[in-house]
């Protein structure tokens, strides 16, 4: 059973681009989470969705980052006209359809570099 | 709203030493209680878990148990490897569905031969 997939592992933009960051959940799961790691930081939560739905959002920026998880495919953190700021590891996790202790599983994150 | 406060690292011990990372946490409810380990350039790995009170999580000679009365899951070990330098993190979830975890800083653990 593979873990959590995620693509790219290293991902290299200029300020101004778009980042877009793909995150497979481990089979059978349909919870999927995003959390940011900044250098020397814990992780921050981001967004949590289910298939096709977000259903909580309080950690996301208000500005430039949407996620999906549409009912065919990945999930994907979009970053519009990335800033140095941006730089980032970002990791994915999932979980399955019902677990009473909220365990996640998570995946080997997407280390995003900013020039 | 929740944290999690861990005690800050790095913290360097010799091979063989005893081992604890405190952590406490302020939380509605009763949450479900996590320690995380991150090897260098890798992801994050469950090491063990915690869900209700007085229960105690343990997997490859790590140990915590969950105090709800002090606030606090602080993890242990009784003789530490070299193989076990990495980052720590505690987290939690709120009790009751499926939320965004709630992590501390995470504690830089160098064990040293």
């Known amino acids: 059973n593979a873990g959590v997939m995620q693509n790219p592992r290293h991902l290299v933009r200029r300020r101004g681009q778009e980042a877009r960051l793909r995150c497979s959940p481990m089979?059978?799961?349909?919870?999927v989470y995003w959390y940011r790691q900044l250098p020397e930081e814990g992780l921050k939560f981001m967004v949590y969705?289910?298939?096709?739905?977000?259903?909580?959002e309080s950690g996301m920026p208000k500005e430039r980052f949407s996620a999906e998880f549409p009912k065919e495919g990945p999930s994907i953190l979009r970053i519009q006209q990335v800033v140095r700021g941006d730089s980032a590891a970002y990791f994915c996790?999932?979980?399955?359809?019902?677990?009473?202790?909220?365990?996640?599983?998570f995946g080997p994150g997407t280390r995003l570099t900013v020039l | 709203g929740n944290s999690v406060t861990q005690m800050e690292g790095p913290v360097t011990l010799s091979e063989e030493a005893f081992l604890t990372i405190n952590c406490t946490y302020t939380?509605?409810?009763?949450?479900?209680l996590f320690w995380y380990v991150q090897y260098p350039g890798e992801g994050l790995q469950l090491l063990l878990k915690?869900?209700?009170?007085?229960d105690k999580g343990s997997n490859k000679g790590f140990e915590a148990t969950y105090r709800k009365e002090t606030t606090s899951f602080h993890l242990e070990k009784g003789s530490v490897q070299v193989s076990d330098s990495a980052v720590y993190f505690c987290?939690?979830?709120?009790?009751?569905?499926?939320?965004?975890?709630?992590f501390g800083k995470g504690t830089h653990l160098i064990i040293q031969p």
């Open positions: 996790a999932s979980s399955p359809p019902v677990s009473g202790t909220n365990e996640q599983f």
């Open positions: 089979k059978g799961h349909s919870h």
């Open positions: 969705l289910q298939k096709e739905n977000i259903i909580d």
């Open positions: 939380a509605t409810g009763y949450p479900s």
């Open positions: 915690a869900t209700k009170a007085d």
């Open positions: 987290a939690l979830a709120a009790g009751g569905g499926a939320d965004g975890l709630t």
